[in-house]
Nanobody, 124 residues
Framework: QVQLVESGGGLVQAGGSLRLSCVVSGPTFSMYGMGWFRQAPGKERELIAAINWNGDRTYHADSAKGRFTISRDNAKNTVYLQMNSLKPEDTAVYYC?????????????????WGQGTQVTVSS
């Protein structure tokens, strides 16, 4: 059973930064592509960033490019989302997700496992 636990959310002023972390249980973290999603009230869940199994390929949504960076540390079973220059419209619950697949592919869908989410609130 794969379990994902996010942390690092909170309240921040516009222009500030947060770093989200997601720790994945189990010895096979490097077998998974990882993604960060977010869901704002009344909106659909959207993919913000994704990374392949060894971190040499990444994807960032247009809304995240230049401000957010996804990374991973396979030795720590952890994926990160560094968020800079935060805006009020970034306010959402942020989820990490895992999809089995040890290839060069960066997955934009088909995730099998999800964390419980962490709230990010950006005040203006």
């Amino acid at each position: 059973q794969v379990q994902l636990v996010e942390s690092g959310g909170g309240l921040v002023q516009a222009g500030g930064s947060l770093r989200l972390s997601c720790v994945v249980s189990g010895p096979t973290f490097s077998m998974y592509g990882m993604g960060w999603f977010r869901q704002a009230p009344g909106k659909e869940r959207e993919l913000i960033a994704a990374i392949n199994w060894n971190g040499d390929r990444t994807y960032h949504a247009d809304s995240a490019k230049g401000r957010f960076t996804i990374s991973r540390d396979n030795a720590k079973n952890t994926v990160y989302l560094q968020m800079n220059s935060l805006k009020p419209e970034d306010t959402a619950v942020y989820y990490c997700a895992a999809r089995l697949g040890r290839s060069g592919t960066v997955y934009t869908g088909g995730y099998n496992y999800w964390g419980q989410g962490t709230q990010v609130t950006v005040s203006s």
